[in-house]
């Protein structure tokens, strides 16, 4: 259950000395590809790409934050319209949901498996993404007035911090860390998944209901999130050291975004469970 957008693409996976000098000098995904991404077997150096053409320059961390800016004020923003337009109806807001999370789903699949960013597919997912949160944010605000703007401060707040103490702690994301990560959100996934065919045939354990467990459970979604996003961190810095190509801050911008998505869910729903009644 790590992030698939990161595990699955070479340019964020650690190589020899992990924080030594720049894993791929000479070799490894800038010497083998150039600006097109396609194999350019006799490059005259690392900054030349197939045929003698310069390869696109090196990420850095602003290019992460930056495209990471831009994909949530997109999402933010159609879930803003959505927000406005369908969210209150709930005939309309239902389908909607509904459609949004299954096409969000598959474009998540099909970005993160590309060897090439498809920027367009990001921007797709935003616009997905962000039908699915506006419809279901007006659900909870229907129910529990001024929820969305708390679980939205809740959300950039948690990540601003898991963000300076990755940076100002300097918190190295180690194997043994990741691999706790890992199996703990497949756990927690798992959980949900059984809760939720449960739920079909309306047997309720209080997973997803309001009380000790539904809280207790709210509460370690919100860890859970945090710390996958300090392993989404490491995984773009890692790109960073590594000398990732500039247009691979789109999949890192990409993976942190449906981090910071599980998070602002999750710290939607332990909310409500604090506001219900």
Known sequence: MANPVFSRAEAFQPRGNPYGQPAYAGQGYRAQYGVSGQPGGESGSLLDGP????AERAMTFDDVLGRTGLVLLIIAAIGAVSFALIGPNVVASGPALVVGSIAAF????????????PVGGVIFYCICEGLVLGSMSAMFETAYPGIVVQAVLGTFAAAGVTLAAYKFFNIRVTPRFRQIVIISTFGFALAMLVNLVLMLFRINIGVASFGPIGILCS???VVLAAMNLVVDFDYAEQGVRNQAPA???WRAAFGIAVTMVWLYTEILRILSYFRAD
């Open 106 to 117: 598959i474009t998540a699949m099909v970005v993160s498996t590309r060897r090439t960013v």
């Open 219 to 221: 509460a370690l979604g």
């Open 51 to 54: 045929q003698g053409q310069s």
């Open 247 to 249: 247009s691979e801050s």
